[in-house]
């Protein structure tokens, strides 16, 4: 997730005031959402927090922060899911590393109640990425909204992220791992290559395509 695109987030989740329970869906751990990045949970998730929205983290992988471990495809899964009685779903840069969204997309429109809510992001103009693979899926705000029947689309932006050179040159931990990185692709060849794809991203705009979803 992207500053600009998680601050986007954090002021839509702000103008709603039903959202609680609300299910992360591909949420990684908690490492990854406080300090790989920080702004996932000083923007998003300190203020849901502060106003007592109850979250339940869920990914595929088991890692500390994640409640719910589980495909959301799978009954089992979504039985436990439903449960919680959710009203919202945010779903952030999962979409373009599936080679088959419609049945997970489906599935969080089908867990939710009539008129809860569904705030997802994707890239729009990013480089290839894999986790563990980039099926370079990237929609516009009416395509984004499309894979989601049974939604009507509330809000939806092509948000402007910055470059790459504005993430790594903060950081000089940042800087160093990309430069071992790309010195050393023997040691893990997928991450190799996605450096490398990013090398011609380092003053290009990154953007990400936003949309707020409500069920009808």
């Not at 959710?86 to 939710?112: F, K, T, W, Y």
């Not at 470059?163 to 950081?171: E, G, K, L, M, P």
């Amino acid at each position: 997730m992207l500053i600009a695109e998680a601050r986007w987030l954090s002021e839509r989740l702000a103008e709603i005031e039903a959202i609680s329970p609300l299910l992360h869906v591909g949420s990684a751990s908690e490492d990854f959402r406080v300090r790989g990045q920080p702004w996932i949970d000083e923007m998003v998730f300190r203020p849901l927090r502060a106003r007592g929205v109850s979250v339940v983290h869920v990914d595929a992988q088991a890692a500390r922060g994640v409640d719910v471990v589980g495909d959301l495809t799978d009954p089992d899964c979504l039985a436990r899911l439903r449960e919680e009685a959710p009203r919202s779903i945010l779903c952030s840069n999962l979409l373009e590393h599936l080679r088959d969204r419609g049945p997970l997309c489906q599935a969080m429109v089908d867990i939710l109640p009539a008129s809860g809510w569904l705030l997802v992001t994707v890239p729009f103009r990013y480089p290839y990425h894999a986790d563990p693979i980039d099926t370079m899926y990237r929609p516009d705000v009416r395509e984004l909204a499309a894979t989601f029947p049974g939604t009507r689309l509330v809000r939806g932006d092509v948000v402007r992220c910055g470059t790459w050179w504005d993430y790594v040159a903060t950081s000089p931990r940042a800087v160093l791992m990309t430069l071992i990185r790309l010195c050393t692709p023997w040691r893990s060849p997928r991450s190799w290559f996605t450096a490398v794809c990013h090398v011609p991203w380092i003053f290009r705009r990154f953007e990400a395509t936003c949309v707020v979803l409500q069920k009808v």
